[in-house]
């Protein structure tokens, strides 16, 4: 070969340049690659990232879940809080405002516990008195009809949406860290 390395089946570098690659070579190539995918896939940074990616998805599913169980809500505590009025009378309006006050408010201290335990910083008693105060309102005038009707499948329906709402209200602000271990 005149001095030139054979390479490839015999053919010169020059020539190798144009020779399609073996079955081995082609092998090597994508285990290279793959060791580099893997390099990555496993780096600190890229597990932190999709772990954050997951957290923010599971986050909003839980916000959209106790939005929608306190809609839920409504109604019933509208109802309760009307205490029979005439249907379009100033208090039957009124009543329309019990569910969003309470709601409101709950969520604005599960917003809060939300944002304080992401940097790790303790609510106080009067923030955990309030929520576990707003949940029991919630939970009794949404159930109340039900339980002095003596009907459990009323119950059940009208109990599960503020069960929902308390299970996620007690795991929103774990949600929101960072850390595994809160």
């Known amino acids: 070969m005149n001095g030139q390395i054979a390479d490839h089946h015999g053919a010169s570098p020059q020539d190798a340049r144009h020779l399609p690659l073996t079955k081995g ?10 060791a580099e995918v893997r390099r990555y896939q496993t780096h600190p ?34 109802w309760f809080a009307a205490a029979g009025s005439a249907g379009w009378s100033l208090p039957w309006f009124s009543a329309w405002l019990l569910d969003p006050t309470v709601s409101l408010v709950l969520l604005a201290i599960l917003r809060a516990e939300q944002v304080t335990a992401r940097y790790q910083v303790r609510t106080g008693s009067w923030v955990r008195t309030a929520k576990w105060l707003a949940l029991a309102a919630t939970y009794v005038m949404n159930t109340w009809s039900s339980y002095s009707a003596g009907t459990l499948a009323g119950v059940v329906l009208h109990s599960v949406p503020p069960l929902i709402v308390f299970a996620a209200a007690r795991r929103s602000p774990i949600c929101a860290t960072s850390s595994p271990t809160r």
């Open 25 to 34: 070579q082609r092998l090597a190539q994508d285990a290279a690659e793959a």
């Open 45 to 78: 940074d890229v597990v932190a990232l999709r772990v954050e990616r997951v957290r923010v998805q599971v986050d909003r599913l839980c916000w959209a879940g106790i939005s929608l169980g306190l809609a839920f809500t409504m109604a019933n505590v509208q």
